[in-house]
């Protein structure tokens, strides 16, 4: 079992930046790839960056340039620095871990954090 607990969410002008904060507890040896989804309204959830344990990234599209995803071992924690925020940004964003083989492979989700981008 992995527990995430995140925080960082809020309201922003258009332009501004956050930083989303997700801490692990449990079995955080087997966790693999760290990353952060969101959903808005209406649309179905997206992966929005990952960092697997080795330090590579990926990002969507919509947020490259923009966005960096970091992660702590020590402190078993990822973070999404968020610049450049605008309104397509505005959505629940959810933590989201996947254990390696040590783990079943299983996938863990935060409670979620809204991130309002107002223009």
């Known amino acids: 079992q992995v527990q995430l607990v995140e925080s960082g969410g809020g309201l922003v002008q258009a332009g501004g930046s956050l930083r989303l904060s997700c801490a692990a507890s449990?079995?955080?040896?087997?966790?693999?790839?760290m990353g952060w989804y969101r959903q808005a309204p209406g649309k179905q959830r997206e992966s929005v960056a990952a960092?697997?344990?080795?330090?590579?990234?990926n990002y969507a599209g919509s947020v490259k340039d923009r966005f960096t995803i970091s992660r702590d071992n020590a402190k078993n924690t990822v973070y999404l620095q968020m610049n450049s925020l605008n309104s397509e940004d505005t959505a629940v964003y959810y933590c989201?871990?996947?254990?390696?083989?040590?783990?079943?492979?299983?996938?863990?989700w935060g409670q979620g954090t809204q991130v309002t981008v107002s223009s």
């Open positions: 449990g079995n955080v040896f087997t966790i693999l790839t």
């Open positions: 960092i697997t344990i080795g330090g590579s990234t």
């Open positions: 989201h871990v996947n254990l390696g083989p040590m783990g079943g492979f299983r996938d863990y």
